[in-house]
């Protein structure tokens, strides 16, 4: 059975990946910083939990620390938790690069003993086509008239995190993904988006690569994206 880790797993696209993945078959762990939302969000699906704050090194540890002494290992690994702050400030910008960039140094680190146990280890970071220089500048892209400067460095730099991984662990697939405009939580303030079925597919695609998938990539449903 798949092991598979989704952080940020309960609401939204993270939760929709995991249904998805559940339905292949996958043993899922929904991490989640809110232990109660978290629990709920396991249980209505059938996945385990795991208490799980991208921004506190101990939370992490702990989680990865769960799934090892049940698992021994960790096939897939998700990084779906995410921040969009409208704010232009130190204080929002800390958050944005803690949740969207530090934080997926800290899950990789602690998972990456997990996940070089396994033989077809995928890694997917949840990126987003915001945080590419080719997109914000093209007047012919919806991402030319966002307005939100923190959460596209932050995606960019998450990002150049997984292409870097992927160069570094070449035993292991790194892939970002845009999993396109999507009505969730986060996106409620600007009307915009699809169901999260449709996005979560691009995630499950990428989650679910075989040894001959690709790595170091940046893509959405139709390809590989220039950024």
């Known amino acids: 059975m798949t092991v598979s880790l989704i952080t940020g797993g309960n609401k939204g696209i993270g939760y929709e990946t995991a249904r998805q993945l559940l339905a292949l ?27 799980l704050d991208v921004t506190d090194d101990a939370s992490v540890s702990s989680a990865l620390a769960t799934i090892d002494a049940a698992e021994g290992r960790l096939d897939v690994l998700v990084h779906n938790a ?14 944005s690069f ?14 990456l003993p997990l996940l070089r146990k396994s033989s077809h280890a995928n890694v997917v970071t949840v990126s987003s086509s915001a945080g590419s220089f080719w997109a914000v500048t093209n007047p012919e892209r919806p991402e030319f008239g966002l307005p939100l400067a923190l959460y596209s460095a932050s995606k960019s730099a998450a990002t150049m995190l997984t ?16 999993p396109g405009p999507t ?37 959405d449903e139709t390809g590989p994206l220039p950024w």
């Open 25 to 51: 078959g996958h043993q899922v762990y929904i991490g989640a910083r809110d232990a109660g939302r978290g629990a709920k969000a396991a249980a209505e699906l059938g996945a385990r939990f795991v208490q």
């Open 82 to 95: 995410g921040v969009l702050e409208t704010a232009l400030d130190g204080p929002a910008a800390l958050r």
């Open 98 to 111: 803690d949740t969207n960039a530090v934080g997926i140094v800290r899950v990789t680190e602690a998972a």
């Open 163 to 178: 292409v870097h991984y992927a160069k570094a662990q070449p035993g292991i697939r790194f892939n970002a993904v845009e």
């Open 183 to 219: 009505a969730t939580d986060m996106t409620a303030a600007f009307g915009i988006g699809r169901p999260v079925e449709q996005s979560a597919r691009v995630v499950v695609g990428m989650a679910t690569l075989d040894a001959s998938g690709p790595t170091g990539t940046f893509q």
